[in-house]
């Protein structure tokens, strides 16, 4: 079983951190490939969802055992970049 800690920040400088489970090995190439399409849709999802408070993802940064995985930064003056 694999534990990764989410930060995600938007853009009125807000975060919250999640943590996440997953019973794949962080070693398993799969767990590498459902994290990226997990990131992928929660950026789209929250972006949708947050579209009316004129709120987006600025930033997610993933750990697992207190080392930095995965660090994405949105361009806030491109809506389709990451």
């Not at 694999?2 to 919250?16: A, F, G, P, R, Y």
């Not at 996440?20 to 929660?42: A, S, T, V, W």
Request: without cysteine; charged residues 30%.
């Amino acid at each position: 079983m694999t534990e990764l800690k989410m930060i995600v920040t938007d853009s009125n400088n807000k975060s919250v951190e999640q943590l996440l489970k997953n019973e794949r090995d962080f070693k398993d190439i799969q767990i590498q490939i459902e994290i990226d399409n997990y990131i992928h849709n929660y950026i789209n999802f929250f972006n949708k969802e947050n579209f009316k408070n004129n709120t987006k993802v600025k930033s997610i940064e993933m750990y697992y055992m207190d080392t930095l995985i995965r660090k994405i930064v949105t361009n806030e003056n491109d809506e389709n970049k990451l």
